[in-house]
């Protein structure tokens, strides 16, 4: 129950692409001497032959296709956009991706309900970005508060939290409030949609951050920052991330973070009793059951299909229109889904946590496209999940 990732650095990167049959070179972080990474045998033993950074990379590939796991870390990337070097390099992320953190710092994270902006004028639906900002600005100081009152459990992420002053301002309820403006999640206006809300995030939360330095001082890290580089006064070192969001999303009943839903309805398999068999649980997109509700198009049966197929697609009987907007993961191309991503990564502070889903019947190589994708569009992380590649999974159809 942990997740698996790979540090790739811009020299891996520059090596696959340009001589992936040389021999992959390790750094010892205490000697600081570079080496050729051997292969040994079943024993344990060196067998002479060595790993080339082609052949690492193929195993990564094969391995994420089968499982899922590793994800992939751009590491240098990481380092490359972090504010605070002057604080020391980061050589890890938390469990999800969203997060690189420093030694001892901590996930400091909350999240903005997009579904609930998008009104209704005139009976065309809209987003309300006034109100949005003005959201913004309050869980910005919500989440630096958070940082005086919490209690540590080391003295030492104490310090490092208050440090840094990092906090993770992100989004959820990203594919309901497409589902309520029209906008179907695999198309361009969606994806400017989505930069566009990051973007307002990004933008108000540094804002946000600046006022509250004038109150209260900036980060002690701030000397020797980019941000005193840029002659930025903020309170907070990193202000935005985007997590998965699942304990909360489902608490708020709305959509994770800026995944599109798994299904419109679908089986939930979370505590396992006595004997071991997970508790099962039904659940529908409130925004589909609403809308199909008022078009008389909602019944039991059309549930029970939905947790079959995972999608509407395949329903004739259903207008286009609706298909076309209430798509989910099965329905979407893994492009797609990275150009979401990339979308988003653009005007982040710290990363993205996105799953790229691929159907069961993907390919290794449908796999390596997304990954050299992930290279290209300049985003700080990947992550793949075949469905069904492991025999429990906690979202499933029948």
Same mark, same amino acid.
């Given at each position: 129950n942990y997740n698996i990732s790979v540090a790739v650095t811009d020299r891996?990167?520059?090596?696959?692409?340009?001589?992936?049959?040389?021999?992959?070179?390790? *750094?010892?972080?205490?000697? =600081?001497?570079?080496?050729?990474l051997e292969k040994v045998d079943e024993d344990g033993k060196a067998t002479?032959?060595? %790993?080339?950074?082609?052949?690492?990379?193929?195993?990564?590939?094969?391995?994420?296709?089968?499982?899922?796991?590793?994800?992939?870390?751009?590491?240098?990337?990481?380092?490359?956009?972090?504010?605070?070097?002057?604080? &020391? *390099?980061?050589?890890?992320?938390?469990?999800? &991706?969203?997060?690189?953190?420093?030694?001892?710092?901590?996930?400091?994270?909350?999240?903005?309900?997009? &579904?609930?902006?998008? =009104?209704?004028?005139?009976?065309?639906?809209?987003?309300? %970005?006034?109100?949005?900002?003005?959201?913004?600005?309050?869980?910005?100081?919500?989440?630096?508060?958070?940082i005086e009152v919490n209690r540590y459990p080391l003295p030492q992420i104490d310090n490092m939290s208050k440090t840094t002053r990092r906090i993770g301002l992100g989004v959820m309820g990203f594919a309901d409030a497409l589902y309520k403006l029209g906008i179907a999640y695999n198309t361009e206006a969606a994806c400017a949609f989505g930069e566009e809300v990051m973007r307002v995030l990004n933008d108000e939360s540094h804002l946000a951050s600046e006022v509250l330095a004038e109150e209260r001082g900036v980060f002690p890290a701030w000397e020797g920052s980019d941000w005193e580089k840029e002659g930025r006064r903020l309170r907070n070192s990193y202000t935005t991330t985007v997590a998965p969001t699942g304990t909360i999303s489902i608490i708020a009943n709305c959509s994770g973070g800026i995944e599109p839903m798994f299904s419109l309805a679908f089986i939930r398999q979370v505590m396992k009793d006595t004997q071991g068999r997970p508790t099962i649980m039904k659940e529908v997109n409130y925004v589909f059951e609403q809308m199909a509700a008022a078009r008389g198009i909602y019944s039991p049966e059309l549930v029970d299909r939905l947790i079959e197929e995972g999608t509407l697609a395949h329903i004739d009987e259903l207008p286009q229109d609706i298909k076309d907007i209430f798509v989910c993961a099965h329905d979407i191309t893994p492009y797609w889904h990275m150009k979401m991503q990339a979308a988003f990564?653009?005007?982040?502070?710290?990363?993205?946590?996105?799953?790229?889903?691929?159907?069961?019947?993907?390919?290794?190589?449908?796999?390596?496209?997304?990954?050299?994708?992930?290279?290209?569009? &300049?985003? =700080?992380?990947?992550?793949?999940?075949?469905?069904?590649?492991?025999?429990?999974?906690?979202?499933?159809?029948?």
């Open positions: 891996f990167i520059d090596e696959l692409q340009h001589s992936p049959q040389k021999a992959h070179e390790v *750094l010892n972080p205490r000697t =600081k001497v570079w080496s050729k002479g032959q060595f %790993w080339a950074v082609g052949e690492l990379w193929d195993m990564i590939l094969d391995h994420a296709h089968a499982t899922g796991e590793p994800g992939v870390v751009f590491i240098d990337r990481i380092n490359a956009r972090n504010p605070i070097k002057n604080v &020391g *390099l980061i050589e890890a992320t938390n469990p999800c &991706g969203e997060q690189p953190l420093h030694p001892y710092d901590s996930c400091n994270l909350g999240s903005i309900n997009l &579904g609930l902006f998008v =009104k209704s004028e005139g009976g065309q639906p809209t987003f309300d %970005w006034e109100a949005y900002k003005e959201v913004i600005h309050t869980t910005t100081r919500f989440l630096d508060d958070v990564q653009r005007h982040c502070d710290s990363s993205i946590s996105k799953t790229i889903n691929f159907p069961n019947e993907a390919t290794v190589d449908d796999v390596r496209e997304i990954y050299e994708l992930a290279i290209e569009e &300049g985003v =700080k992380g990947v992550t793949v999940y075949r469905d069904g590649c492991r025999e429990m999974q906690p979202m499933a159809l029948k």
